[in-house]
């Protein structure tokens, strides 16, 4: 594989995508992660942008709030939350050939933490970034936090496109989790599964991206390292919080937490503010601009020009 030297130092990362429509401009910086561990952002050309940019476009998100004083009352609840149902162990949940390679993968890159009696979900989170690490990829999105203190700095208008789904009884939520098994065997094992090629093209990725070259990036494919983990977590959400409150809540749970739904929020907010300023700042993971089914693609669709970095 090529790139197995990790870039270190002052790096800028890809350049800019431009929508436009007419004179009014949206400018998308395309962020991923993991990168370099001894990476630097440079970061001069998006202070520049939002200097001149009457707007901050946020990527999309989507998450559950309960208020301060009720996450508070909430923590005697969290506690034991990460380990298996019934005091069950990590050998007796996940298939035996998985568990046998996870053991054999942790005693190679694994922490000496005793992780046995946790959820093959949280397990299988604490090797991966542990492999991680071991390739010199950093665990944290560093970028996108220079990027937000950068926002925060410029003091401009910031438009969000979160789904926020306020839960009507966490803590009976949380207890349903703690009694239940979250279905999280295909993440365990894609998990075990990726610890080879994918983290060899994440290394390949990483470096592309420190270098600003989107050909290698465009050449790289391979699945969604949290799809499989994210989806176990947000359906067992789901299902213990219409458990706790009632069945027409599902429905609107289902609907909130859906990539859709972000996605439709994202792009009514990318087309008001091309509607109303003349420039526009966004952060976007590359996944929204370089893969099929992309946000970038879908403004050109609507007849808004599309220019990408050379």
Known sequence: MQDRVLVVGQRPGPGLWKISKGDNVLLVFGTYAPLPANMQWRSQQVESILAQSQEYLAPPSAGATVGMLRGLTLR?????????????????VVPADVY????????????????????????????????????????????????????????????????????????????????????????????????????????????????????????????????????????????????????????????????KRMRKLWLEAAEKALATNASTFAALKLKYILEGNDLVAALQAKGYKVEAPE
């Open 76 to 92: 005697p609840h969290i506690i034991g939350f990460r380990k298996n149902p019934d005091g069950a162990m990590l050998r007796d």
């Open 100 to 259: 046998a390679r996870w053991r054999v993968l942790k005693a190679k890159y694994g922490n000496k933490d005793d992780v046995e009696s946790e959820r093959p979900y949280f397990a299988a989170g604490r090797l991966y970034d542990a492999r991680l690490q071991h390739a010199g990829l950093s665990t944290s999105d560093e970028v996108m936090r220079s990027i937000e203190k950068l926002v925060k700095a410029s003091k401009i208008k910031v438009m969000h496109s979160h789904v926020k789904l306020e839960l009507k009884d966490p803590a009976k939520t949380i207890k349903q989790l703690k009694k239940g098994a979250i279905d999280d065997i295909a993440c365990f094992t894609k998990t075990i599964e990726r610890m080879g090629a994918d983290i060899d093209a994440m290394r390949v990725r990483a470096n592309a991206w420190a270098k600003g070259d989107l050909a290698v990036i465009r050449t790289l494919s391979y699945a969604d390292n949290n799809a499989a983990c994210s989806t176990a977590m947000a359906n067992s959400v789901a299902c213990s919080t219409a458990m706790a409150n009632s069945a027409a809540l599902q429905d609107a749970i289902a609907e909130q937490e859906s990539e």
